[in-house]
């Protein structure tokens, strides 16, 4: 479920403050020296980094979900030296003589599923087609949001009109059923999915950028540079881009945890990649031989989890960006 | 609420729908080559498949005759026949949307109900324990995939302790009609029920949360305290109204949610709705079924949003009385 | 007895680095039937004052001194007694009526609220008096029913003043009333009020940036800045004759019409008001002032009470400073 876990913001809505002005509320302002137009924008750009960074660790919500974040990195990072070969179907098959469907026993700390995999080495396979997944699904996502919104906010006019009732449309219909006819198409592969999720997730952010590139727009500098002669490509890149940046990176957590949500969700309903395993088809398989009723707990609750504490630590860190673009959302 | 705002929304939201339908030809129609799907399903040899094609009316120009062929088709209420079963669509369909109506009505109600209660006491109690405990617990939820929290609690309650059936929507050997009935349809409802509401209350809390915490700082706030009102009529007479009015649109893009959800839910619980339909027919490839399914939803959201939408207008007095 | 008394009141907001003192140490007095104007620059601590006469100040703000409303001590109310008291003793016009008035409310069921708050069981008869005091005020009785969006700003601030009076309060406090109006408007709702004022005998507090303004509706003057008072006097003579140099800059500012001694020559003053939070040493105003000389960094000055009702702060007075022994008449 794609966006921002707040009401949009609206035209007459105060424009949330720019990182550089918080940098110089601050006093994280530089002194002038004379420099190169190059260097003062990467400067500016730092300063601004470093006080978002600054009120960022102000949000324990976010900082306690940047940590596990972190952890699920370092854990798919870690997977070669932790799971041999993995990334093929091979690191998880095990020897013949392995136990099936066994609960968990030295060895086999998690216990084992049907074919004698190890659970444990699965649900470590599975976090780096999670993060995987997550990540170029929001690329893609993000891609095509943001060049949609701009585009309609900064061309405005008829492009504007017509960019919008596309989003509107893309954004009633609903994701899931777009998404499980799309994939059932397609076919079922990684990059299929990464596709098909780019396509029912982009609607949202590109609302939220146009809005911001609204604003944006309207701002002073921005009527200056194209005074002084600065074409379109320009303008965007190094005026409307930089500064639509805080709210978009902040879309692009709460897209990432949706991505996630997804792509189990498509996984455990039969359209994940067969030739992966993922922790939403491990709920699958374990759905599918009864590991309910039979009690055999250890083929469900681990993956399940995992996707649980994954998306929860993107949320809350999605959740620190909204307290600081929305000062009211501040821990008193 | 001029005619005109009236208009303009039953307008979009038609041409919404001519989109969907659009979409859904050129996906299948396009995207897939419906008589090699069907021929893969069935196992026919390229000689029957060739006839199907001509049967099916696949070998026509896709634009624009297989579009209006389409189209007619399903206003006039033929939506093809099913690939694995042969039997015309709106047929298997028919029973189905009963209990999805069910299911998805009242998991909506609730999940609305509780979680606009729970965001409203958040946001104002801000940066109480209760707040906190409570923001936690709706990120939590949000995180949850509902297929996942749906065999928690059935572990729990139907294998557990026994409390719940495990599935269905009635039991074979209970009465079809009579309170007797639909109490063994609420005890078959209640899990999934839950399941749905759980998933979504989070999303309904969050953003009403965000309103209140919006609303609570504006001038007018002030003004109602200045005049020696008790806090908790400020929250009900000030506050409150105006922290549902944004909320009333921006729940009905969670209603899309929901209804997705309800597919997984419905296949954990096997409840025969339109979900658990999907699920079979997402493992057959059984495409009619699928696009006259992604039809029925994407025609029940845009018709949520109208009426949010003419709602809306009606309760924002800026909008009413424009 | 006077309707407010204040003494030796300091108010000071709590930030996350100390404290930030906007009120320190102010004392004035409001007579039946008087109008006292307080005037200064932002952040001097005159809306402050407004705020800790009803205590509408955030929670953690700490308020020390004394407050009397019609010889009651604000500050040692009981929430119960301070609800009765807000309102029907001293109630609130707001700057920027904008955003001060229930948009999803009609206004006369706004102003039927402040009414039935303080009078329950005059549910029956509120609606009349609510349509009364729209009369009085300049709008038509029968704009009972309308919603706020349909006002334009200077009726929806007319309607604020309707509201106010809606208890017979014995202290008014106007907090900006014509600030966020245009000039045409302004003069028409100060009109208003100073025909209210007499009409009804109101008391009136009158907080404003706009020295000129005061001229027209206020008795006396209290001049601010930085949380203290700085001078005092009768309306017209402070403004016509200031004495403090900081009166006299803010005077300048605003030169009347046929003004002999500003005219052609207003004065501004350069700088900004001080940081509540990083107040400077001695007399605050002695970085921008024009005639600061040796003791002013180092000593603050206390109220020299000077002939005809007057008093300033200023260490140029003889009988400002503290540790000075004289206390002769001066000139000024």
């Given at each position: 479920m794609p966006g921002s876990l707040q009401p949009e913001m609206l035209p007459g809505d105060p424009e949330p403050k720019p990182m550089t002005a918080i940098a110089?509320?601050?006093?994280?302002?530089?002194?002038?020296?004379?420099?190169?137009?190059?260097?003062?924008?990467?400067?500016?750009?730092?300063?601004?980094?470093?006080?978002?960074?600054?009120?960022?660790?102000?949000?324990?919500?976010?900082?306690?979900?940047?940590?596990?974040?972190?952890?699920?990195?370092?854990?798919?990072?870690?997977?070669?030296?932790?799971?041999?070969?993995?990334?093929?179907?091979?690191?998880?098959?095990?020897?013949?003589?392995?136990?099936?469907?066994?609960?968990?026993?030295?060895?086999?700390?998690?216990?084992?599923?049907?074919?004698?995999?190890?659970?444990?080495?699965?649900?470590?396979w599975g976090a780096q087609v999670s993060l995987l997944v997550g990540a170029l699904a929001t690329v893609g996502t993000m891609v095509i949001g943001a060049a949609v919104g701009i585009s309609a906010g900064f061309f405005g006019g008829r492009i504007d009109s017509l960019l919008m009732r596309l989003t509107d449309w893309f954004l009633v219909i609903p994701w899931l059923a777009l998404a499980l006819v799309l994939a059932s198409i397609l076919g079922p592969t990684l990059l299929n999915i990464i596709v098909v999720i780019s396509i029912t997730s982009w609607a949202f952010t590109a609302r939220v950028v146009r809005a911001q590139a609204l604003t944006v727009?309207?701002?002073?500098?921005?009527?200056?540079?194209?005074?002084?002669?600065?074409?379109?490509?320009?303008?965007?890149?190094?005026?409307?881009?930089?500064?639509?940046?805080?709210?978009?990176?902040?879309?692009?957590?709460?897209?990432?945890?949706?991505?996630?949500?997804?792509?189990?969700?498509?996984?455990?309903?039969?359209?994940?990649?067969?030739?992966?395993?993922?922790?939403?088809?491990?709920?699958?398989e374990g759905f599918n031989q009864a590991a309910i009723t039979t009690g055999r707990w250890w083929l469900i609750i681990p993956p399940g989890l995992c996707i649980v504490v994954l998306v929860l630590s993107l949320t809350m860190i999605g959740y620190a960006f909204d307290q600081i673009l929305n000062p009211r959302l501040r821990d008193r | 609420m001029s005619w005109r705002y009236l208009a303009k929304r039953v307008l979009s939201a038609i041409a919404t729908l001519a989109f969907v339908l659009v979409i859904n030809f050129v996906m299948f129609r396009v995207l897939g080559d419906p008589a090699r799907t069907i021929g893969r399903a069935q196992q026919l040899n390229p000689q029957e498949v060739a006839e199907l094609r001509v049967q099916q009316g696949i070998d026509r120009p896709v634009f624009p005759d297989q579009l209006i062929v389409y189209t007619k088709n399903t206003l006039t209420g033929d939506l093809g026949s099913s690939y694995y079963s042969g039997r015309p669509v709106s047929e298997t369909i028919a029973g189905r949307v009963w209990p999805t109506m069910l299911l998805v009505g009242t998991a909506t109600i609730f999940s609305t109900l509780i979680g606009v209660l729970l965001g409203i006491k958040g946001g104002w109690k801000h940066g109480s324990l209760f707040d906190r405990s409570s923001l936690l617990g709706a990120m939590t939820l949000y995180s949850i995939p509902e297929f996942f929290l749906g065999m928690l609690l059935m572990i729990v309650f139907s294998a557990g302790l026994?409390?719940?059936?495990?599935?269905?929507?009635?039991?074979?050997?209970?009465?079809?009609?009579?309170?007797?009935?639909?109490?063994?349809?609420?005890?078959?409802?209640?899990?999934?029920?839950?399941?749905?509401?759980?998933?979504?209350?989070?999303?309904?809390?969050?953003?009403?949360?965000?309103?209140?915490?919006?609303?609570?700082?504006?001038?007018?706030?002030?003004?109602?305290?200045?005049?020696?009102?008790?806090?908790?009529?400020?929250?009900?007479?000030?506050?409150?109204?105006?922290?549902?009015?944004?909320?009333?649109?921006?729940?009905?893009?969670?209603?899309?949610?929901?209804?997705?959800?309800?597919?997984?839910?419905?296949?954990?619980?096997?409840?025969?709705?339109?979900?658990?339909?999907?699920?079979?027919?997402?493992?057959?490839?059984?495409?009619?079924?699928?696009?006259?399914?992604?039809?029925?939803?994407?025609?029940?959201?845009?018709?949520?949003?109208?009426?949010?939408?003419?709602?809306?207008?009606?309760?924002?007095?800026?909008?009413?009385?424009? | 007895?006077?309707?407010?008394?204040?003494?030796?009141?300091?108010?000071?907001?709590?930030?996350?680095?100390?404290?930030?003192?906007?009120?320190?140490?102010?004392?004035?007095?409001?007579?039946?039937?008087?109008?006292?104007?307080?005037?200064?620059?932002?952040?001097?601590?005159?809306?402050?004052?407004?705020?800790?006469?009803?205590?509408?100040?955030?929670?953690?703000?700490?308020?020390?001194?004394?407050?009397?409303?019609?010889?009651?001590?604000?500050?040692?109310?009981?929430?119960?007694?301070?609800?009765?008291?807000?309102?029907?003793?001293?109630?609130?016009?707001?700057?920027?009526?904008?955003?001060?008035?229930?948009?999803?409310?009609?206004?006369?069921?706004?102003?039927?609220?402040?009414?039935?708050?303080?009078?329950?069981?005059?549910?029956?008869?509120?609606?009349?008096?609510?349509?009364?005091?729209?009369?009085?005020?300049?709008?038509?009785?029968?704009?009972?029913?309308?919603?706020?969006?349909?006002?334009?700003?200077?009726?929806?601030?007319?309607?604020?003043?309707?509201?106010?009076?809606?208890?017979?309060?014995?202290?008014?406090?106007?907090?900006?009333?014509?600030?966020?109006?245009?000039?045409?408007?302004?003069?028409?709702?100060?009109?208003?009020?100073?025909?209210?004022?007499?009409?009804?005998?109101?008391?009136?507090?009158?907080?404003?940036?706009?020295?000129?303004?005061?001229v027209e509706v206020a008795d006396r003057i209290d001049v601010m800045y930085a949380g203290q008072v700085v001078e005092e006097g009768p309306a017209e003579d402070v403004f016509t004759s200031p004495v403090h140099p900081y009166t006299k800059a803010l005077a300048g500012a605003y030169p009347l019409i046929g003004d002999r001694i500003y005219r052609g020559n207003p004065t501004g003053l350069a700088g900004d008001p001080p940081d509540p939070e990083d107040i400077p040493s001695g007399c605050a105003f002695h970085p921008r002032c024009a005639e600061a000389f040796g003791p002013c960094p180092t000593t603050i000055p206390s109220l020299a009470p000077s002939h005809d009702g007057r008093a300033s702060a200023c260490l140029l007075i003889e009988g400002a400073d503290p540790g000075a022994t004289t206390s002769e008449e001066v000139s000024s």
């Open positions: 110089d509320e601050q006093g994280l302002t530089p002194e002038i020296l004379p420099k190169s137009r190059r260097s003062i924008g990467r400067e500016r750009r730092l300063r601004s980094l470093r006080a978002s960074w600054a009120l960022f660790r102000t949000s324990w919500i976010g900082l306690a979900g940047l940590v596990v974040l972190c952890l699920f990195i370092l854990i798919a990072l870690a997977a070669p030296l932790l799971v041999p070969k993995s990334g093929t179907l091979e690191a998880v098959t095990v020897a013949s003589g392995s136990p099936r469907l066994s609960p968990p026993v030295p060895g086999y700390p998690l216990g084992t599923d049907k074919f004698g995999r190890s659970i444990s080495t699965m649900l470590i727009k309207s701002r002073p500098y921005v009527e200056r540079a194209k005074a002084l002669g600065g074409r379109n490509w320009h303008v965007i890149t190094r005026h409307v881009l930089p500064n639509t940046f805080p709210i978009v990176f902040a879309q692009t957590i709460l897209i990432a945890a949706a991505a996630i949500l997804t792509e189990s969700t498509l996984a455990f309903l039969g359209l994940g990649d067969p030739q992966s395993v993922s922790w939403g088809k491990m709920l699958q | 026994g409390w719940f059936p495990t599935g269905g929507y009635q039991s074979p050997t209970a009465p079809s009609t009579g309170l007797a009935h639909w109490l063994d349809v609420l005890n078959h409802l209640f899990l999934p029920c839950l399941t749905l509401t759980l998933a979504y209350i989070g999303e309904y809390s969050l953003i009403m949360r965000a309103s209140v915490l919006d609303v609570r700082g504006e001038d007018f706030v002030g003004t109602a305290r200045a005049k020696g009102i008790r806090e908790k009529h400020v929250l009900r007479r000030h506050v409150v109204p105006n922290a549902l009015l944004p909320i009333v649109t921006v729940s009905v893009l969670y209603f899309g949610f929901l209804l997705g959800g309800s597919i997984a839910t419905e296949y954990v619980f096997s409840y025969p709705g339109l979900g658990l339909l999907t699920a079979k027919a997402l493992a057959n490839l059984d495409f009619p079924i699928l696009q006259a399914i992604f039809l029925i939803f994407s025609a029940a959201v845009i018709a949520a949003n109208l009426v949010a939408d003419i709602l809306y207008g009606y309760i924002d007095p800026r909008v009413r009385y424009a | 007895m006077s309707v407010l008394s204040v003494r030796d009141l300091h108010v000071t907001y709590h930030t996350g680095s100390g404290g930030a003192p906007a009120v320190r140490g102010v004392n004035f007095d409001i007579e039946r039937g008087e109008v006292l104007g307080l005037a200064g620059e932002s952040g001097c601590g005159k809306s402050t004052i407004a705020g800790a006469i009803i205590r509408l100040l955030p929670d953690k703000t700490k308020i020390a001194g004394e407050i009397l409303l019609e010889g009651k001590s604000v500050l040692d109310m009981k929430p119960g007694q301070l609800r009765a008291a807000r309102w029907n003793e001293a109630s609130i016009i707001f700057q920027g009526a904008m955003h001060a008035l229930n948009p999803v409310t009609s206004i006369g069921d706004q102003i039927i609220e402040a009414i039935v708050t303080h009078d329950p069981g005059s549910t029956k008869t509120a609606p009349a008096k609510a349509a009364k005091l729209l009369e009085q005020v300049g709008l038509s009785g029968r704009r009972i029913d309308d919603y706020p969006h349909r006002l334009s700003g200077g009726q929806k601030q007319r309607v604020m003043i309707a509201m106010a009076l809606a208890c017979d309060p014995a202290l008014v406090i106007a907090d900006e009333p014509t600030t966020a109006l245009d000039v045409m408007v302004q003069a028409q709702v100060l009109s208003l009020l100073a025909d209210l004022q007499s009409e009804l005998g109101l008391s009136m507090l009158f907080i404003t940036h706009d020295l000129s303004v005061l």
